[in-house]
């Protein structure tokens, strides 16, 4: 089968930073990716790793290492609007495409 | 605004009970993905349509069913409804010609079993 595991809760100071870690078993692994999805909302795309290293997006960084099936998000200079829950999704499988899916989710807890 | 609509933002049934929840991708996007969000649980992956052909299924109850239309939209029918399946059903749209693309989710539909 197939499962994700990430933290339930991180909580943190405006301005600090914080890491996201998402450990992952699959099979025919393709990649990991983080969506953001604040309370009733709709999840939006953060970030993809194909290929293992460090992917940077403004304060939003990835990670991959597929030898270890971990990767990690990190948020630097936190905010407020930063609350939200994270998930990482792995699409993995062998059928065609595989599937994309999610793990559990982290909420971030941004405080002043 | 992702581009993603779904239809209706609310349900309300009764156990045993069929209803249908509609999904209009992106213009121009091909792939849509349905997944279930229950109460402070992740998103649970449920079918992947590509083109109006199936592409890859979860862990989708026998009681679900999904198609795809020529015209792109898709719709997720759940039939005799147990109160455990009211969630939030999101439906996720892509281009669908590339493994790495990123997924443009609509607002959800929430639905209560009552």
């Known amino acids: 089968g197939q499962s994700l595991e990430q933290p339930s809760e991180v909580t943190a100071v405006e301005g600090a930073i914080v890491q996201i870690n998402c450990t992952y078993q699959?099979?025919?692994?393709?990649?990991l990716s983080w969506y953001q999805q604040h309370d009733g909302g709709a999840p939006t795309f953060l970030s993809y790793?194909?290929?293992?290293g460090l992917e940077e997006t403004g304060r939003f960084s990835s990670f991959l290492s597929r030898s270890d099936s971990y990767g990690y998000l990190l948020l630097q200079e936190l905010q407020m609007k930063d609350s939200a829950s994270y998930f990482c999704?792995?699409?993995?499988?062998?059928?065609?495409?595989?599937?994309?899916?999610f793990g559990a989710g982290t909420q971030v807890v941004v405080t002043p | 605004d992702s581009g993603v609509t779904q239809t209706p933002k609310h349900l309300i049934t009764a156990t045993g009970q069929r209803v249908t929840l509609r999904c209009s991708p992106r213009s121009g996007d091909l792939s849509v993905y349905w997944y279930q969000q229950s109460l402070d649980q992740g998103l649970q992956f449920l079918i992947h349509y590509y083109n109006g052909e199936e592409r890859a299924k979860g862990n989708i109850l026998e009681r679900f069913s999904a198609q795809q239309f020529p015209d792109l939209h898709s719709e997720l029918n759940l039939s005799s409804l147990e109160l455990g399946d009211s969630a939030l059903y999101f439906c996720?749209?892509?281009?669908?010609?590339?493994?790495?693309?990123?997924?443009?989710f609509g607002s959800g539909t929430q639905l209560s079993v009552l």
């Open positions: 999704a792995v699409r993995a499988g062998t059928d065609s495409w595989g599937k994309l899916q």
């Open positions: 996720a749209s892509s281009v669908g010609r590339q493994i790495n693309e990123k997924l443009f």
């Open positions: 699959t099979s025919g692994f393709y990649g």
């Open positions: 790793n194909a290929l293992d």
